[in-house]
């Protein structure tokens, strides 16, 4: 898929080529995580090798000259999503390994760069990775939703967020007790919102603690699971 912007005669975007990942586009993409995210959260050159090497998917929106989004895709083999089993920790959850036959797939890290946030490259991106998804032969995409409404931010890093208190203490307590809150609550998290809207995917479970380098979500992750066969 090929796309620019043009306004008035004038070409005011890049042509964006929105594809699979190939093997020169490591260097651009370690750059992309440098620009998109702050220094705890950027995956380097040697993490972004190791990853490919584990068997993961990584969707690209490539400029001439630099990468504008990704998504990365872990294929996996198990039939749904289990809490029980789900990985405890950011670091384990983006470095598991694909294993077969793919049923299921692990969605994370939907970067942005900051020049092409709020544009049609984002939904683009995911799309390409839903119908690479259907193509592995997979129900069900499993995914953690970053929640920055959770203690907010207004400095490095893509959110300008006010902390909401109304959503953080809905977390709080879906934290003690182990109760799902209202989807309505939820949905007061932008980031939330976006996924909800773009896949209509279902908020299956809280991983407290997940990132903490993660400052704005409070370190935390809202699970999300889409089936693709609805």
Same mark, same amino acid.
């Given at each position: 898929?090929?796309?620019?912007?043009?306004?008035? #005669?004038?070409?005011?975007?890049?042509?964006?080529?929105?594809?699979?990942?190939?093997?020169?586009?490591?260097?651009?993409?370690?750059?992309? $995580?440098?620009?998109?995210?702050?220094?705890?959260?950027?995956?380097? $050159?040697?993490?972004?090798?190791?990853?490919?090497?584990?068997?993961?998917?990584?969707?690209?929106?490539?400029?001439?000259?630099?990468?504008?989004?990704?998504?990365?895709?872990?294929?996996?083999?198990?039939?749904?999503?289990?809490?029980?089993?789900?990985?405890?920790?950011?670091?384990?959850?983006?470095?598991?390994? %694909?294993?077969?036959?793919?049923? &299921?797939?692990?969605?994370?890290?939907?970067?942005?760069?900051?020049?092409?946030?709020? $544009?049609?490259?984002?939904?683009?991106?995911?799309?390409?990775?839903?119908?690479?998804?259907?193509?592995?032969?997979?129900?069900?995409?499993?995914?953690?939703?970053?929640?920055?409404?959770?203690?907010?931010? &207004?400095?490095?890093?893509?959110?300008?967020?006010?902390?909401?208190?109304?959503? %953080?203490?809905?977390?709080?307590?879906?934290?003690?007790?182990?109760?799902?809150?209202?989807?309505?609550?939820?949905?007061?998290?932008?980031?939330?919102?976006?996924?909800? %809207?773009?896949?209509?995917?279902?908020?299956?479970?809280?991983?407290?603690?997940?990132?903490?380098?993660?400052?704005?979500?409070? #370190?935390?992750?809202?699970?999300?699971?889409?089936?693709?066969?609805?």
């Amino acid at each position: 898929m090929r796309y620019t912007s043009i306004r008035g #005669g004038i070409v005011t975007r890049p042509v964006l080529e929105v594809r699979l990942i190939e093997a020169g586009d490591v260097g651009a993409l370690a750059q992309l $995580e440098a620009a998109a995210w702050p220094g705890p959260l950027q995956a380097k $050159e040697e993490l972004i090798q190791r990853r490919l090497a584990l068997g993961h998917g990584i969707i690209v929106a490539a400029a001439p000259d630099y990468l504008a989004a990704a998504v990365c895709v872990i294929p996996r083999d198990e039939p749904q999503f289990d809490a029980g089993s789900f990985p405890q920790h950011f670091a384990q959850f983006s470095t598991l390994p %694909r294993t077969d036959p793919v049923r &299921s797939v692990y969605a994370y890290n939907l970067c942005v760069h900051p020049s092409h946030r709020g $544009e049609r490259v984002v939904r683009d991106v995911i799309n390409l990775g839903i119908a690479t998804i259907r193509e592995w032969g997979a129900r069900w995409i499993i995914g953690d939703g970053r929640c920055p409404s959770y203690a907010g931010s &207004s400095g490095e890093g893509p959110d300008k967020v006010r902390c909401d208190p109304l959503f %953080r203490a809905a977390l709080d307590g879906w934290a003690a007790t182990g109760t799902r809150p209202a989807l309505d609550m939820l949905l007061r998290d932008p980031v939330l919102r976006f996924y909800h %809207r773009v896949l209509d995917c279902e908020f299956v479970h809280l991983a407290w603690n997940f990132l903490p380098q993660d400052s704005s979500s409070g #370190g935390h992750r809202v699970i999300f699971v889409k089936d693709l066969s609805v």
